[in-house]
């Protein structure tokens, strides 16, 4: 006999009295038979609930407050309804699932459980069955996840002098904490800054990183950079450090063990959950990365083993753009997802349903007009076995590096290691395209070296920028030109 367990709880029920409670409810049933727990929405991250999941072998699933609402229940309560808006969690969770009720609703002092028995047939299609695959939202309700995730935006203008309610906040913060952790352990923290003096302390840092990395540019980036603005640490009511404790979990951190980076990609995804939630409550949210995170860190007086991951400006907005600044003003462009997904093995590029191919002569051509120059920035290309110092001196200088030794980390050199001729062709669109998006209308290409697969990059770096419609200048000729090239072109438009 398949068993189906209801569950209503409040916030902070201890497992030993959902157990007892169980228990109790199980008394002349088999606790093995317990194939399946249904709760309402937001109650699955309870401690005490997923411990009881774990110890009857039983997976957890929820069901939202409208589908529990719509269902019959023998013994609903008034206040139930208006506490969780559905007039009994436990037995509609029971009775959605299709079982039929062997035991009404029992209570303790913060539970209730019910339980029913599936028919053979729909224990056979249960979600716990390997077969049967768990159904997807509604369409609607899928549609307003996918709406959220595409209106998000990185806001950095626009942010009204309104306060933020306490209980919007904590929805949002809650949000963020449901994220989910390597191991469970939940490294972040959210540190809540409303202090004037603090934040301008902050915003110091970030002015002075500003002045810096101006300084950097070659001169047609730096007048790009000039009118856009990097943060609203003064503008907003709120700004949000996230911080991460690398440690915390102890020494056996499930899953942490191999790759201890998954602490921090685990703070960074409790990042984006607090940056979706805010969309959906008409928050703006504007990450800020122009500090030294240990600076903030003394400014903010973390402990030394507590670690910064993001700061965040958060407010209400005036509206929300319909593209990301960075697009509008033309300093950079979204990447295509066809450059994106690889079928099987990396190089082989294609969506699901497309016959996957490498980004090879051909693939560029048949790119040509999917993503088109815009901008006016002038990059040095230089193809090199090994970069040197001084090929570098230069702002707008990037070299390629194709030797196997990784270079010293610099953002100025792209390690491109490539096997074969292909694959550094391959290298070599890549490279282009993505310096496209990144605002490039002209490379100047270099030729450092003598090797092949140098000459592979250079070629696949002169076919990616023509399919953009990029200018190419070249101070060399590479060896092994196929056949189908001229021998010198210096313009796309040639």
């Known amino acids: 006999m398949s068993l189906v367990l209801g569950i209503g709880l409040r916030s902070g029920t201890s497992y030993r009295e959902l157990r007892d409670l169980v228990d109790s409810a199980l008394a002349g049933l088999e606790p093995a038979g317990v194939t399946l727990i249904v709760t309402v929405d937001g109650k699955e991250t309870e401690p005490g609930l997923q411990r009881l999941a774990a110890s009857l072998g039983a997976p957890l699933f929820t069901a939202t407050k409208l589908e529990l609402s719509q269902q019959p229940v023998p013994t609903p309560s008034a206040q139930v309804d208006r506490l969780a808006g559905t007039a009994s969690v436990a037995e509609a969770a029971v009775v959605l699932t299709g079982a039929e009720l062997l035991v009404l609703k029992q209570a303790s002092a913060r539970a209730t459980v019910a339980i029913g028995r599936l028919p053979e047939d729909a224990a056979a299609e249960s979600p716990v069955n390997e077969a049967t695959a768990a159904p ?34 904590t929805r949002v913060l809650e949000s963020a904490h449901r994220a989910p952790s390597v191991g469970l352990s939940q490294p972040w923290d959210f540190v809540l800054i409303r202090d004037v003096a603090t934040r301008r302390k902050i915003h110091d840092l970030a002015t002075a990183q500003r002045d810096a990395f101006a300084a950097s540019l070659p001169a047609d980036r730096r007048s790009a950079f000039d009118g856009l603005k990097i943060e609203a640490i003064l503008e907003t009511p709120l700004n949000i450090a996230v911080t991460c404790d690398p440690g915390r979990g102890g020494r056996h951190v499930l899953g942490r063990h191999a790759d201890p980076r998954t602490t921090w990609f685990s703070a960074a995804i ?9 969309r959906a409550e008409g928050l703006g949210v504007g990450w800020v990365s122009f500090f030294e995170p240990g600076e903030v860190a003394g400014v903010l007086d973390l402990p030394a083993h507590v670690e910064l991951v993001g700061y965040l400006c958060v407010g209400h907005v005036e509206q929300f753009a319909a593209a990301p600044e960075l697009v509008r003003s033309g300093w950079a462009a979204r990447r295509p997802l066809s450059w994106a997904v690889h079928q099987e093995a990396w190089g082989q590029r294609g969506l699901p349903g497309v016959e996957p191919g490498a980004v090879i002569s051909g693939d560029a051509t048949a790119a040509t007009g999917e993503v088109q120059a815009g901008g006016a920035q002038t990059v040095r290309l230089i193809v090199a076995e090994v970069a040197a110092a001084a090929q570098l001196e230069q702002a707008e200088a990037l070299v390629v590096q194709v030797g196997a030794e990784r270079p010293e980390a610099d953002y100025g050199v792209l390690w491109r290691p490539a096997r074969t001729v292909d694959e550094a062709v391959e290298h070599g669109v890549e490279v282009a395209r993505d310096l496209v998006l990144q605002g490039v209308g002209t490379i100047q290409l270099e030729l450092a070296s003598d090797s092949a697969e140098a000459a592979g990059m250079a070629r696949g770096v002169r076919l990616g920028a023509l399919a953009c419609g990029v200018a190419v200048t070249v101070a060399s000729l590479w060896r092994d030109r196929a056949p189908d090239e001229p021998a010198e072109v210096t313009h796309s438009s040639a």
Do not use: K, S, T
Not at 136 to 163: C, I, M, Q, S, T
Not at 270 to 278: K, T
């Open 270 to 278: 409790a990042v984006q959950n607090l940056w979706l939630a805010a």
């Open 136 to 169: 997807g939202y509604p369409v609607g309700e899928r549609d307003v996840v996918h709406r959220v995730l595409a209106e998000r935006r990185d806001v950095r203008r626009g942010f009204l002098d309104r306060p933020i309610a306490d209980d919007v906040l």
